[in-house]
């Protein structure tokens, strides 16, 4: 059974961090491309960033710039997302996402094969 499962997510203030995990299993790691989706309520849903073939390329989104960074820990199957100088316009149900090859996925979220349950992070100002 494919299973992402989130964590770390909660209440911040402004201009905080958070570090998001995702543990991956079910599937072959080493091969997939794992990464972070969020959503606020009424908006679309945000391609955040990706990891390419467990330790490999990383890609980012657009409005992250320079505040997040992922990472990942192939001997654990894990995925990172750490966030910082965090603001409210970051309040969202961040979702941990996954395709079986590489991150294809992030030029198009119709690709995703799997997603976790999503983790709420709200950021308080």
């Known amino acids: 059974e494919v299973q992402l499962v989130e964590s770390g997510g909660g209440l911040v203030q402004v201009g905080g961090s958070l570090r998001l995990s995702c543990v991956a299993s079910?599937?072959?790691?080493?091969?997939?491309?794992v990464g972070w989706v969020r959503q606020a309520p009424g908006k679309e849903r945000e391609k955040i960033s990706c990891?390419?073939?467990?330790?490999?390329?990383?890609y980012y989104g657009d409005f992250p710039k320079g505040r997040f960074t992922i990472s990942s820990d192939s001997a654990k199957n894990m995925v990172y997302l750490e966030m910082f100088g965090l603001v409210p316009e970051d309040t969202a149900v961040y979702y941990c996402?996954?395709?079986?090859?590489?991150?294809?996925?992030?030029?198009?979220?119709?690709?995703?094969?799997?997603w976790g349950q999503g983790i709420q992070v709200t950021v308080s100002s």
């Open positions: 996402a996954a395709t079986l090859y590489g991150c294809n996925w992030f030029q198009d979220t119709s690709f995703i094969h799997y």
């Open positions: 079910g599937f072959n790691f080493e091969t997939s491309g």
């Open positions: 990891i390419d073939s467990s330790e490999g390329p990383t």
